[in-house]
């Protein structure tokens, strides 16, 4: 999931460097990357590798540079691990500047090939903006976003008639949850308040919009109260983290859509051991141009979104399952809301059938290993 943990001015040195998104600096296509694999180290067979090899370079560019969220920390992570290597993709890692619609748009042209996307919503937004992409694995079967007050808010109602700072637009399960607890949202007067939740402390605003996985810990290390309020607890259903991918280059690459998503689901099994959370973070430090990325922040960052998607993932399930249930209760929020005018046909917007062919029983298969057994 790709929520932003650092103000954007601090990269904009960086961001002045490249002419467009896709100048940023990658990670693929490095000499070392460039050099195959010996054929006792691949995950798949030769014939498979070669189908990968052919079709050349692979784009990812990343929602919001180099954090450590969901969707984004496997990619770095199987990029450093090699398993992008095992499977013979050679995969061009591109840091995105925050601007997912943007970011849709190239992967829709063809001129990227994967990315990640906030939640399933946006999907399905995306395609009403005439961007031709498709959702291929949710991680996060909850939403991210929340709701941040002063410690002595008893009831969202005492909301109306103050003022709420949001970074960018109010997030549809945020607005879901205000309607559910019966608040009038046009009473709350909306402000963009930017990455700094020190505004909320400072009574700059009542109320933040958030990131469970990122304000309330920046708050926490300040020593500041809040309440954390969450859509689900008033019944909204939500999602972060969703990979998505052009349909129709899909459908002709098949294999490396399938061993793009068995490589980043290995990254994960990996970086979620505790033991091994450092480590893949230090991966995207490695690729941060800043020379001032957070480890520590961004380890509780990951740490938060991946126990998430843990618990929103029922057991023997593949991780980044798609429910289209749960999809289409989601996508009712934009219709509740007055985003959409009805409900659009979901099916083919999600695209569940490349995640299933890399999972067995809940557990990514990576076949050099089955063979081994």
Request: glycine content about 8%.
């Amino acid at each position: 999931m790709t929520t932003p943990t650092t103000p954007l001015t601090r990269y904009l040195g960086a961001a002045a460097l490249a002419a467009s998104v896709l100048a940023t600096a990658a990670c693929g296509g490095s000499e070392a990357a460039a050099e195959p694999p010996a054929e006792s180290e691949l995950a798949i067979n030769e014939e498979r590798c070669s189908t990968n090899r052919d079709a050349g370079t692979i784009t990812y560019i990343s929602g919001y540079f180099y954090q450590a969220s969901v969707s984004q920390l496997e990619v770095f992570a199987a990029e450093s691990l090699g398993f992008f290597d095992a499977v013979c993709l050679d995969v061009e890692i591109q840091g995105g500047v925050g601007d997912i619609m943007a970011n849709s748009q190239l992967v829709s042209a063809g001129t990227a090939h994967f990315t990640p996307i906030a939640n399933e919503a946006e999907v399905v937004q995306a395609n009403q903006e005439d961007h031709d992409v498709i959702g291929i694995a949710t991680y996060g079967h909850v939403p991210i976003a929340s709701l941040l007050t002063g410690p002595d808010v008893e009831d969202l109602k005492e909301l109306e008639g103050q003022t709420m700072g949001r970074p960018g637009m109010l997030a549809a399960p945020l607005e879901a949850m205000l309607n559910a607890a019966g608040v009038d949202v046009e009473s709350i007067e909306q402000v963009e308040s930017g990455y700094d939740p020190s505004v909320l402390p400072r009574d700059q605003v009542q109320a933040l919009t958030a990131f469970r996985s990122n304000e309330p810990h920046q708050l926490d290390a300040m020593g500041e109260e809040y309440r954390e309020w969450l859509p689900e607890d008033f019944g909204v259903v939500g999602s972060f983290g969703v990979m998505a991918t052009n349909p129709e280059w899909a459908a002709q690459n098949r294999t490396v859509v399938e061993d793009f998503l068995r490589a980043i689901g290995k990254a994960f099994e990996y970086c979620g051991q505790e033991e091994n959370e450092r480590e893949c973070v230090e991966y995207a430090a490695a690729l941060d141009p800043t020379g001032e990325f957070d480890v520590d922040h961004n380890l509780q960052v990951w740490a938060s979104e991946s126990e998430l998607v843990r618990a929103s993932t029922p057991d023997e399930t593949a991780v980044g399952y798609i429910d289209l249930n749960l999809t289409e209760a989601e996508t009712q929020n934009l219709v509740d809301n007055g985003v959409l005018d009805d409900m659009p046909d979901l099916e083919p917007l999600f695209e569940p059938h490349y995640l299933e062919a890399v999972y067995v029983a809940g557990n990514v298969s990576w076949p050099a290993e089955e063979e081994k057994e």
